[in-house]
């Protein structure tokens, strides 16, 4: 069973830093693609960043020169650092990724459970 772990949420005050992290169940499931989404209240669910299996990345004009995606292939795990964050930015950040499954040789996409960000004014 292929679960996304993520942690890193909480309060902090606008102007400081947050790093999440989404890490696969087991070593054995490969993130391959993997995406940040958040969701405000009353909002719908948007695309805050998105890296490729080679590292590219994407990001909402939102976020961009503030929060950075990164990966560590070797502990299977996607990162949101999240710098100079403001009021606006306090939302549920939800991690998708396409998980490679070895016992059925294929992929496909997982959510983690979703972590809560507020920034405090």
């Known amino acids: 069973q292929v679960q996304l772990v993520e942690s890193g949420g909480g309060l902090v005050q606008a102007g400081g830093s947050l790093r999440l992290s989404c890490a696969a169940s087991s070593i054995i499931f490969s993130i391959n693609a993997g995406r940040w989404y958040r969701q405000a209240p009353g909002k719908q669910r948007e695309l805050v960043a998105a890296?490729?299996?080679?590292?590219?990345?994407n990001y909402a004009d939102s976020v961009k020169g503030r929060f950075t995606i990164s990966r560590d292939n070797a502990k299977n795990t996607v990162y949101l650092q999240m710098n100079s964050l403001k009021p606006e930015d306090t939302a549920v950040y939800y991690c998708n990724a396409e998980v490679y499954h070895p016992v059925y040789r294929n992929t496909y996409s997982y959510w983690g459970q979703g972590t809560q960000v507020t920034v405090s004014s």
């Open positions: 890296i490729t299996s080679g590292g590219s990345t």
